[in-house]
T-cell receptor
Framework: GAVVSQHPSWVICKSGTSVKIECRSLDFQATTMFWYRQFPKQSLMLMATSNEGSKATYEQGVEKDKFLINHASLTLSTLTVTSAHPEDSSFYIC??????????FGQGTRLTVV | TQLLEQSPQFLSIQEGENLTVYCNSS?????LQWYRQEPGEGPVLLVT?????EVKKLKRLTFQFGDARKDSSLHITAAQPGDTGLYLCADGGSQGNLIFGKGTKLSVKP
């Protein structure tokens, strides 16, 4: 099956710093990638849709200047949390879509901002 | 905005018991997907159903999609500790973006 890899799996950073999370499709080309966040005991909430070579589409309420998304190639999308604050601490998960309807998820990144 | 409600929120059972969890949508599903998520991991797709009334079986898991395509159930027969996890239903939009329910947290004790 299709494999999506996220890096890092977990990260701790200081308030005010920026953190970059990578999402790679290892064995297929993903024209579209999605970024979700999941708070403890909550479901996944879509943050943005990322299309290769174009600007990401953000969901309502998600600050595009704070959560920078770059989808520079068909196998890599990155999410940068800028000027991180403790309330940004969450589990961030990406998914990548093949040509079909199925999307495959990465293993997630646990971000803790101290 | 579509809302997916899952019930129960939590379920703790003994190994060997049967269980059913439910997913109800405020609107008709584009396509219904069931996932299982383990702590600290991303969701793993179990099944996709599209046709109203459709029933799919995956070993001890039986997925049923309502005729009106607004509800679904997941039945597990003879649950095992390995079935422990968060079961999520989701609506798969045409673009691939998913709307998730809050999930049912299942714990199967040996």
């Amino acid at each position: 099956g299709a494999v999506v890899s996220q890096h890092p799996s977990w990260v701790i950073c200081k308030s005010g710093t920026s953190v970059k999370i990578e999402c790679r499709s290892l064995d297929f080309q993903a024209t579209t990638m999605f970024w979700y966040r999941q708070f403890p005991k909550q479901s996944l909430m879509l943050m943005a849709t990322s299309n290769e070579g174009s600007k990401a589409t953000y969901e309502q309420g998600v600050e595009k200047d704070k959560f920078l998304i770059n989808h520079a190639s068909l196998t890599l999308s990155t999410l940068t949390v800028t000027s991180a604050h403790p309330e940004d601490s969450s589990f961030y998960i990406c998914s990548a879509k093949t040509g079909g309807t199925e999307a495959f998820f990465g293993q997630g990144t646990r971000l803790t901002v101290v | 905005t579509q809302l997916l409600e899952q019930s129960p929120q939590f379920l703790s059972i003994q190994e060997g018991e049967n269980l059913t969890v439910y997913c109800n949508s405020s609107s008709v599903f584009s396509s219904l997907q069931w996932y299982r998520q383990e702590p600290g991991e991303g969701p793993v797709l179990l099944v996709t159903v599209v046709t109203g009334g459709e029933v799919k079986k995956l070993k001890r898991l039986t997925f049923q999609f309502g005729d009106a395509r607004k509800d679904s159930s997941l039945h597990i027969t003879a649950a095992q500790p390995g079935d422990t996890g968060l079961y999520l239903c989701a609506d798969g939009g045409s673009q691939g973006n998913l709307i998730f329910g809050k999930g049912t947290k299942l714990s199967v004790k040996p």
